[in-house]
């Protein structure tokens, strides 16, 4: 990460926005989690467990990996829509949310990749194009300055969901003044 003083930045950035932070190392794959949950009584949003970014080790790609991940959390950073994951009625439907959010993210987070400093060989999103809906999202999705801020992701987000009857009992969430808020529908 030395050789990326902006990436460094962001994980500073990111560590102290969402501490805890875990980190943790995974030999497979390197993923991150934000498992966002209304509490029993509904009042309020957290991530259980907390944030965590597992990191796959012993590749030559480490700190592009877990600039990767990082960038997912500073998308929460800023403000975008994060899925309140027990929201969503059906596990199905909840996965689903979840790949096309996935690929949202990544068409706004590879330009930030590269000022970070990485190739764009080193990115390796792990889009699953596994069925029709995926294959319509990376066509809908792929014209980046359409959802760029967080406020049109979230409205085209809502848009494309709404067309496949997917997610009509889903809610987002938005980080703002160091807490979760359910995003208002209105
Ligand atoms: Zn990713």
């Given at each position: 990460m030395n050789a990326h003083p902006k990436a460094m930045e962001l994980w500073s950035a990111v560590r102290n926005t969402f501490a805890p932070l875990c980190l943790e190392v995974d030999g497979i794959r390197s993923r991150y989690a934000l498992n966002l949950k209304w509490n029993a009584a509904g009042t309020t949003i957290q991530s259980v467990p907390p944030p965590t970014i597992s990191l796959a080790i012993g590749t030559d790609r480490v700190a592009a990996a877990l600039s990767h991940e990082l960038l997912h959390f500073e998308l929460a950073l800023l403000g975008y829509p994060r899925l309140?994951?027990?929201?969503?009625?059906?596990e199905n439907e909840q996965y689903m949310i979840n790949a096309v959010l996935n690929v949202i993210d990544h068409a706004i987070m590879l330009p930030r990749f590269l000022e970070l400093g990485f190739s764009q060989a080193e990115f390796?999103?792990?889009?699953?194009?596994?069925?029709e809906v995926m294959k319509l999202c990376i066509i809908a999705f792929s014209n980046v300055a359409e959802f760029a801020t967080p406020k049109a992701y979230h409205t085209k987000l809502r848009g494309f969901l709404n067309l496949r009857h997917l997610g009509n009992d889903a809610w987002f969430a938005s980080f703002e003044g160091n807490q979760w808020h359910e995003i208002d529908e209105q």
């Open positions: 309140i994951q027990n929201s969503v009625g059906n390796l999103a792990d889009d699953v194009c596994e069925n």
